[in-house]
């Protein structure tokens, strides 16, 4: 990499490339040498008063969204959409527009340092807990943790974002022989992706992540997905709900939408049906059944065992609006049905996610427009690598336990807020002498830290995510620092390059990369001979420069596998409704919070972004009946306690009234014990609720509990946008 | 000698009111409540946040908000569609005559208000006139760093175009209209009219439901104004007839309610 492309030449280059907006790529590969200038001595592209605009790919979620960024002499003023991504095509969320708050967060890890455990402190100015180091001493360190340990007793977390950073650990780990590493990261948890996986496994006999074209439908049954808020990739689904409702020849599509608490994607449902949790499986198998019979056709095995007044029972719903679906499905011509996250956290959540893939295969939309597809697979990936369930990580939990491990390095995930505390998360890390972490906030994962080496935040830094789900074309984000790095931060994958250079012997053979971006180089150079590529160029520098530009690298096919339906409707399928855990009077339904997603609580912006369908902001809540809410004895504002067999959490009441009156909610994202000023000691983590309990993919059964809930006689008020005086008119608080 | 006595006709017509007339039309059939609106005006307008105290005291400064109701009782329980509620540009406001300082004031050009921040003394009579509910106040030095230590890393997001409001001040949505004139200035000096579509504001660019339009609504040809012809357009409040540059496409969805 001694002959670097000049400006001058990067500039030819990027003329030939049809952007519309003048998007800059920080001068190609030479710019990661930029530094920081004064005014006087600005690069020659930023005019005082003009914008500068860089592509990157947001990182707030793992769905690899294509971002703009409006940057203003070097400071990020602006994020928007890439409109040339597929994923995204130009928009964005929430959480994506309030990543600044991320970036110029008070609260970052501001240099590297030595921690003291259970300290929170990660500056040497606040206190003794914490002991800043060069980035230098950083090199040794880990170079020590990975030549001293024997292979077996070094470790890997990472989370879901992002890819570049998962395969170089990837290629170290099978350097060295040590365990390949683990990914985790809530929202697959509260996805349930490992089971939604499995049930495509088994019943295609096809590996692959499914896809469920919601804009080609005219019908959507959702077994209580969030595809609007959280779940996989929400906005491109939030596109294809736009593409449902505007319809094709100006037929509106129709949305039924069967959970226990209306949710916001509930809330845009034609029909809400208010099945109780649990009764999703034989609720599918009922519908097969009965479509089986409207159609006159002889009943397939899958739904042989499928009993339609045990499932309504079950469901406790009448037995009008199931007929009523069936008659919806008859008339339709392209109905698709989604399994959501919490349908598939159930002890049986496997044979939920089977009954509903089937119903697709019974309607005859597999690899059909408006119907079930497998997720196009990304370049560079032979497969899509999920996180890890909660099986796995309780294993994982068990070999740390177990003292095997010697030193523990954790990057893009706080597993101690986000799994649940019975699976004893923190306790093991008492028997790893060396944790060693990444985070670029101060999180409860780095509170319980001996090192902290904070990496840059997503929009300081170069990478790639393989995109999962979302497009139909095999989609390769592309990320770049679009401002010089704020503080004394260090990019992970340039620290462990230099570890094993400093290592020396065959790691330092294996990954004899400079830095970042010549190993970004390593990877990309595979994809310069590709043919169907948006672009292509004859050599790696070129290419570089092209994937900075346009934010990435995507194929102009469709990439999707259409499943196979040969073996499906011929397993038969178990009708039983879920057994719950706990002894409680209420179903419990935690979802995660629309607007703070698994790590958004320390952004203050999106704490003040008030919930979609309660307006609540800055605190979590308890969604409870206004009917039970009045047998309670409590009002809106009033603190209950939640118990279930596991733990319990203190929270106000809201009185929301879709929600089944045998049934609580509250939303994940809160209750941060660290994690900076606007997270700490914040509401409470649902999370500290959940059991071990898992379901046959290994999954959490993390809405198969039964709760209990107390009247405290506390209260506190909740901030709220809706008026005080409420919905319900000026008599109630 | 004679004086000539005759008054100017006051036409109520200026050249400047040959200029654009800028329109939104909100799809309350697709909104899907997300909230990504809110977030993009608070980051390009340098809308700051004001801390769980004052927001639970309904002092939270949103530009724009999104509105649900409730109908009915649980199980026949219904949403009202979600409804973005933002200033609505009325041409007849009520907001503006009220003002003792002249700072809410008709721009004759777009037709649309504005606010004039430094010459706004907060008599949030202007607040009180709006049937809306759109203005918001300043009660604290939200934005200031001086005040707020923890805005000291944050004001660098802040956006250059868009003036830092201090205490006291009322504000309201602009139309994005840094990003109008940003827009007029580059068709300028290009010698060109601006394009359909061309001027995005930040809640529009964002809407990954695609349920916010803006354009000329003195163009007939413009994708707004072919919008807001459909019959499920109607204004809100429209029995007050402020003539509002807002239309709203009735939403459809909601679990059969009717918005």
């Given amino acids: ?733 | 000698m004679s004086t000539d006595l005759s008054v100017p006709v006051f036409t109520n017509q200026s050249e400047e009111e040959l200029g654009g007339k800028w329109g939104m039309v909100i799809d309350q059939d697709l909104c899907t409540g997300c909230q990504a609106c809110v977030a993009a005006c608070s980051m390009e307008n340098n809308i700051p946040f004001v801390g769980e105290t004052d927001a639970a005291y309904g002092r939270s400064i949103q530009w724009i908000r999104i509105e649900r109701f409730w109908q009915g009782s649980f199980p026949e329980v219904k949403m009202t569609p979600y409804q973005p509620m933002m200033c609505q540009q009325c041409h007849n406001a009520p907001c503006e005559p009220v003002c003792p300082v002249f700072a809410s004031v008709h721009s004759a050009s777009e037709d649309i208000n504005l606010q004039v921040y430094n010459r706004c003394v907060g008599t949030r009579y202007c607040a009180n006139n709006c049937p809306y509910q759109v203005r918001v106040f300043n009660w604290r030095d939200y934005a200031d760093a001086r005040v707020r230590p923890e805005l000291v890393t944050l004001q660098n997001q802040l956006n250059p175009d868009v003036t830092v409001r201090r205490r006291g001040v009322m504000e309201k949505c602009t139309f994005c209209i840094q990003r109008i004139r940003h827009t007029e200035d580059v068709a300028k000096s290009e010698g060109r009219e601006i394009r359909d579509g061309e001027v995005v504001p930040a809640c529009a660019q964002a809407c990954p439901a695609d349920a916010i339009i803006f354009g000329r609504i003195d163009d007939p040809n413009s994708r707004v104004s072919q919008a807001g012809l459909a019959s499920r357009g109607y204004h809100q409040l429209e029995e007050l007839n402020l003539l509002p540059r807002v239309t709203y496409l009735k939403g459809e969805s909601n679990n059969g309610s009717n918005g």
């Fill in chain 1, 1 to 733: 990499m001694t002959d670097k492309i000049s400006r001058r030449d990067f500039l030819k280059l990027a003329g030939v490339g049809a952007a519309t907006t003048a998007v800059l790529t920080g001068c190609g590969p030479a710019s990661r040498y930029v530094t920081r200038e004064p005014y006087v001595k600005m690069p020659e592209y930023t005019y005082n008063g003009l914008s500068t605009y860089y592509a990157t790919t947001c990182r707030e979620c793992s769905a690899g969204c294509g971002l703009i960024v409006r940057t203003f002499q070097g400071r990020a003023i602006k994020v928007e959409g890439n409109q040339n991504n597929p994923v995204n095509l130009g928009k964005t969320c929430a959480r994506g527009q309030i990543s600044l708050h991320g970036l110029y967060n008070p609260d970052r890890v501001q240099n590297p340092g030595k921690h003291v455990r259970g300290e929170n402190v990660f500056s040497s100015d606040k206190g003794a807990g914490f002991q800043e180091l060069t980035w230098l001493d950083v090199t040794n360190i880990v170079a020590d943790a990975l030549t001293k340990n024997q292979p077996d007793e070094v470790a890997f977390l990472v989370g879901m974002a992002p890819d570049h950073l998962f395969d170089l650990v990837t290629d170290l780990t099978q350097t060295i022989g040590a365990p390949a590493p683990v990914r985790f990261g809530a929202l697959g948890m509260f996805e349930a992706r490992t089971t939604l996986m499995k049930a495509a496994q088994e019943l295609f006999g096809q590996s692959g992540l499914p896809f469920f074209d919601i804009g080609n439908a005219d019908l959507v049954i959702s077994f209580g997905a969030n595809f609007l808020e959280t779940w996989l990739s929400p906005v491109a689904q939030t596109r294809g709900y736009s593409q449902l409702r505007k319809g094709k020849n100006g037929r509106r599509g129709y949305f039924v939408q069967l959970e226990p608490r209306m949710s916001q994607t509930g809330a845009k449902a034609d029909e809400w049906v208010p099945l109780a949790a649990g009764s999703e499986a034989p609720v599918a198998l009922a519908i097969g059944r009965l479509l089986a019979e409207a159609r006159g056709i002889s009943l397939p095995p899958a739904f042989a065992n499928a009993d339609v007044n045990a499932a309504l029972s079950a469901a406790g719903v009448n037995p009008e609006s199931i007929q009523h679906l069936v008659d919806l499905i008859t008339a339709s011509e392209r109905p698709v049905f989604i399994p959501g996250g919490a349908a598939l956290a159930q002890n049986n959540g496997l044979q939920t996610a089977e009954a509903v893939l089937a119903l697709n295969a019974f309607v005859g939309n597999l690899g059909q427009s408006g119907g079930v597809f497998l997720s196009a697979i990304a370049p560079l990936a032979d497969e899509y690598h999920r996180p890890a369930s909660a099986k796995e990580m309780a294993d994982f939990v068990g070999k740390l336990k177990s003292g095997r491990v010697k030193t523990l390095f954790i990057h893009g995930v706080n597993p101690v807020f986000e799994l649940p505390k019975s699976l004893g998360f923190a306790d093991a890390l008492a028997n790893v002498p060396q944790v060693i972490s990444f985070a670029t906030f101060p999180d409860e994962t780095a509170v319980q830290a001996d090192y902290v080496f904070p990496d840059h935040h997503s929009l300081e830094s170069w990478g790639y995510q393989k995109v999962a789900t979302g497009a139909s074309s095999s989609v390769l984000s592309g990320s770049q620092p679009v401002i010089v790095p704020f503080f004394n931060t260090k990019s992970t994958v340039d620290v462990l390059l230099a570890a094993a250079q400093q290592a020396g012997g065959s790691l330092a053979a294996a990954l004899p990369f400079k830095d970042e971006v010549e190993f970004l180089q390593s990877k990309l150079v595979n994809l310069i001979n590709e043919s169907d590529g948006f672009f292509s160029a004859p050599e790696i520098n070129t290419f570089t420069a092209y994937f900075q530009q346009h934010g990435g690298w995507w194929k102009t096919t469709d990439d999707r596998v259409a499943p196979s339906s040969a073996d499906v409707l011929n397993r038969s399928l178990n009708a039983a409704a879920a057994r719950l855990d706990g002894d409680g009077e209420f179903f419990f339904v935690p979802f995660v919070s629309p607007i703070l997603g698994e790590a958004g609580a320390n952004k203050p912006w999106l704490q003040e972004v008030p919930d979609p369908t309660t307006t609540v902001m800055w605190n979590t809540w308890v969604e409870i009946n206004p009917d039970t809410a009045a047998k309670l004895g409590v009002d809106n504002g009033d603190v209950v306690k939640v118990t279930s067999a596991y733990g319990e959490v203190e929270a106000s009441v809201y009185k929301y009234p879709a929600i089944r009156p045998d049934t609580i909610a509250m939303p994940f994202g809160q209750g941060h014990t660290a994690y900076g000023q606007f997270a700490q000691g914040r509401g409470v983590n649902p999370a500290d609720l959940f059991g071990a309990s898992m379901n046959e993919a290994g999954d959490l059964a993390f809405a198969g509990l039964r709760v209990r809930v107390e009247k405290t006689g506390k209260t506190k008020p909740l901030a709220r946008m809706e008026s005080a005086l409420g919905v319900y008119g000026f008599d109630a608080k």
